[in-house]
């Protein structure tokens, strides 16, 4: 078992090792799904910060501690999200555990808190629900459901997101990865991303991206030096402003 400390700047979810990337948000442990969790063998702390598009009232935040226990793995932390007229902020918990051979299944927990200055605040628990299957050594799908409890806000005139995730994973000649996923946030259309991820050195991998809901490019790299690695991508959106990501991590023991 080995302790990981992991810092992030200006980026949108923190992860570690090199699959192939994502472009979408996840939750503080370091996986596509809380399924993923079930493979969890490091204990990892993690911190985030950004501003999505360079923006101060779009301000994201958060820290996390992820680890293994007898029953799989599981993690806890905190997120927060806006500014001080709108404000988002988040507990999860989230455990991963395998159900059978290459199924694994896994859950989110979150107490999700709104304020909105001169309007009051407002609260609620929502649960997701996610599995992973190994179809094979080299292809993997996961599938994430949003929101099961149909939590809302508003004494119910504010009903919280519902949706689904799922997404292929194909290793190839033991080196390249690409995924495929499809998202679906009820009642919009589905939206398409992919990324590609392949290794120019063992310590040195390249990766870009697309998702076209809204139309997004990201291209970038990862290393690892020694117990440290950098992940650095640059988003370049249809219609809004270009950022960069940054995500470094330290392995302490």
């Not at 101060?56 to 992820?66: A, D, I, N």
């Not at 001169?118 to 292809?139: A, C, E, F, H, M």
Request: proline share 4%; aromatic share 16%.
């Amino acid at each position: 078992m080995r302790l990981v400390f992991v810092w992030s700047l200006l980026v949108l979810c923190p992860t570690l090792g090199f699959a192939a990337f994502e472009l979408r948000e996840t939750d503080l442990w370091m996986g596509k799904s809380a399924a993923s969790l079930a493979q969890c063998d490091e204990i990892h702390f993690s911190s985030f910060y950004t501003q999505i598009y360079s923006l101060k009232e779009l301000t994201y935040l958060g820290t996390g501690f992820t680890f293994p226990n007898p029953l799989g793995g599981s993690s806890i932390g905190s997120t927060q999200f806006g500014n001080s007229l709108y404000q988002e902020r988040k507990i999860v918990f989230s455990h991963g555990f395998n159900f059978r051979e290459n199924l694994s299944l896994g859950f989110n927990l979150k107490g999700i808190f709104l304020t909105i200055q001169d309007y009051g605040s407002d609260s609620t628990i929502q649960l997701d629900g996610s599995l992973k299957v190994q179809l094979n050594k080299t292809l993997e799908f996961s599938t994430t459901l949003w929101n099961l409890n149909k939590a809302s806000l508003s004494n119910g005139k504010e009903n919280l997101p519902t949706g689904f995730s799922s997404a292929l994973q194909k290793e190839f000649f033991s080196k390249l990865n690409i995924s495929l996923e499809i998202n679906r946030t009820d009642p919009n259309p589905f939206d398409l991303r992919t990324s590609i991820s392949f290794p120019l050195h063992n310590s040195f991998h390249i990766q870009a991206g697309f998702k076209d809901r809204p139309t997004q490019f990201i291209g970038g790299f990862k290393v690892k030096l020694h117990d440290i690695l950098l992940d650095y991508n640059y988003i370049q959106s249809s219609s809004l402003p270009g950022y960069h990501q940054f995500t470094l991590s330290f392995f302490l023991f």
